[in-house]
């Protein structure tokens, strides 16, 4: 689920996951790039905030990393 906040550029990321059983096999990486484009080619944002459990944050913070070494978001 994305909220947007589109006059603030900035959308919210909230009970994003992918099951145990298909963890690792690119699912989510695959989701988030799609959101990530359509984020900024249709509604203009720039930033994303999301919270996470311990279990997820590694995850999010190797996309942060992905985003700012290959993509100007």
């Known amino acids: 689920m994305m909220f947007a906040y589109c006059s603030q550029r900035f959308g919210e990321i909230a009970f994003c996951a992918i099951t145990a059983d298909e963890q690792v096999k690119g699912y989510g990486t695959r989701l988030m790039n799609h959101?990530?484009?359509?984020?900024r080619d249709e509604d203009g944002?720039?930033?994303?905030?999301?919270?996470?459990?311990?279990?997820?944050?590694?995850?999010?913070i190797k996309q942060v990393i992905y985003m700012s070494m290959f993509q100007q978001f």
Do not use: E, I, P
């Not at 720039?46 to 999010?60: K, Q």
């Open 35 to 39: 959101l990530k484009q359509h984020a």
């Open 45 to 60: 944002l720039t930033h994303f905030l999301t919270y996470a459990d311990n279990n997820a944050v590694g995850y999010f």
